[in-house]
């Protein structure tokens, strides 16, 4: 497994930025970052394949968050631009050595059961 420290969370109001930062022990062929709004499930927003770069965005953050990475920090970022009330949520960083977001060359967010590495949790509050 890896270890994963998320940080960069915070309360911002509709329309502001948030940059999130998940410093890695060690890059994994996957990584991404899932969020969990209060009551409901934790799903995939931003997933990497770090062999290539390839990338995956959930719709509802298409075109409003960027996820990238330092391969010489080992530190995953996720830049989310234009934030509503709605991207309100926990956010989790989340790895895995397995290719569980690769399917016929296309990279997918898999399901969160995939991922065996997990960080503590970023809390992001948009007031509107």
């Known amino acids: 497994r890896v270890h994963l420290v998320d940080s960069g969370g915070g309360s911002v109001q509709a329309g502001e930025s948030l940059t999130l930062s998940c410093a890695a022990s060690?890059?994994?062929?996957?990584m991404g970052w899932f969020r969990q709004p209060p009551g409901k499930w934790r799903d995939g927003v931003a997933i990497?394949?770090?062999?290539?770069?390839?990338?995956y965005y959930d719709d509802s953050v298409k075109g409003r968050f960027t996820i990238s990475q330092d391969n010489a920090n080992n530190t995953l970022y996720l830049q989310m631009n234009r934030l509503t009330p709605e991207d309100t949520a926990m956010y989790y960083c989340?790895?895995?050595?397995?290719?569980?977001?690769?399917?016929?060359?296309?990279?997918?967010?898999?399901?969160?059961?995939?991922?065996?590495?997990w960080g503590q949790g970023t809390q992001v509050t948009v007031s509107s």
């Open positions: 989340a790895a895995d050595d397995a290719l569980v977001c690769l399917s016929r060359g296309t990279v997918i967010p898999g399901g969160e059961v995939l991922y065996d590495s």
């Open positions: 990497i394949y770090t062999g290539t770069g390839g990338t």
């Open positions: 060690r890059f994994t062929s996957c």
